[in-house]
């Protein structure tokens, strides 16, 4: 299954002329915008020859609220769904960090593949609900907002597309319960898009905002309690009901967590900071550079005692004996 979830700057000239340009004519995504009313066949069900082929191959990249999804279905925290069902892969040059589904050990099928089909489809994700539909998250270079269009998979091996039903692409939507997966995701995906479309950085970025993003979009039970350390809270005015809201909901707290990414990686206001807490900041990280500096400056007099010691050791003199 490929990744169904594309994110893509460019106008719709450039995006329609993949087709008559790309070198690779047999690849499944048709590069052709779709609109949510544009009419596919399609139907998938327990009697096609095909059953489970999509799930026996996978490369499935996972959102925030797929994770949140699962992990909740399952009754574990974050850090054990991502240990147990993920691993990472760079969604940019500078590393953004994305999560995608683990196989099996030693093979390509999904972990949650099962005869019947799918052992977690009601809170399956995004990707295996909108296939074989691909959402695209588009901004032209004269918008400020994206807007959002569709593309047909067609993989040689799904059978599903000569089965003799038709209907629009919004109906499918609203079959697979897309809705509201695309409505708690809009805020994450605008945030891809636009760190995507900024350009390229001058330099990399910092080991740590990469870790932030992956904390507060992924690991959301270690981000919570990030949230409501003594630390944030002294950096951060975070109203009484926000905090009880993001304690206590799963969903509440990876909204937070995406308007809190705008703020740090793009300077977009979101919490009001506590009065001094930049001062206070600056004279930590001050404090550790002094202590890295004494330290520095405490090895540097440890070598300088120990070239010019007045016990001599074998090769002090320079020749390599011990005359």
């Not at 544009?38 to 095909?50: A, G």
């Not at 039903?165 to 697979?176: G, K, S, W």
């Not at 990469?210 to 990030?226: E, H, K, T, V």
Request: hydrophobic share 35%; proline share 6%.
């Amino acid at each position: 299954m490929p990744d169904e979830l594309t994110r893509i700057t460019m106008n719709e000239q450039e995006f329609n002329n993949l087709a008559k340009d790309s070198p690779f004519r047999e690849s499944p995504v048709m590069p052709n915008m779709l609109e949510g009313d544009t009419t596919i066949q399609f139907r998938c069900h327990r009697d096609v020859k095909c059953w489970n082929a999509c799930c026996s191959n996978i490369d499935i990249p996972l959102t925030p609220y797929d994770i949140l999804r699962l992990k909740n279905r399952l009754g574990v925290s974050s850090a054990e769904f991502l240990q147990q069902y993920t691993f990472p892969y760079e969604m940019d040059q500078d590393g953004l960090p994305g999560v995608k589904f683990q196989p099996v050990e030693g093979g390509t099928a999904c972990q949650f593949m099962v005869e019947e089909g799918c052992s977690v489809y009601e809170d399956r994700p995004a990707s295996c609900r909108y296939y074989p539909v691909a959402l695209l998250s588009m901004r032209r270079s004269d918008e400020y907002t994206d807007r959002t269009a569709y593309a047909l998979v067609q993989e040689a091996h799904c059978l599903g597309h000569k089965e003799e039903r038709r209907l629009t692409i919004e109906d499918y939507r609203q079959e697979q319960g897309v809705s509201d997966y695309d409505e708690k995701s809009r805020g994450w995906r605008q945030l891809i898009l636009k760190k995507k479309s900024a350009g390229p950085a001058v330099g990399k970025p910092p080991l740590i905002s990469n870790q932030l993003f992956f904390m507060a979009s992924y690991d959301l039970d270690r981000f919570r309690a990030f949230v409501m350390s003594p630390s944030f809270n002294q950096s951060y005015v975070v109203p009484v009901e926000l905090m009880a809201e993001i304690v206590a909901d799963d969903e509440k707290l990876l909204a937070f967590g995406c308007n809190f990414l705008k703020q740090s990686l793009f300077n977009e206001k979101f919490l009001e900071e506590q009065e001094g807490a930049f001062e206070k900041h600056r004279a930590r990280l001050n404090e550790r550079g002094q202590v890295i500096r004494d330290a520095m400056q405490k090895d540097r007099q440890k070598l300088a005692d120990d070239m010019y010691s007045p016990d001599p050791r074998p090769g002090d003199c320079g020749c390599g004996g011990t005359d």
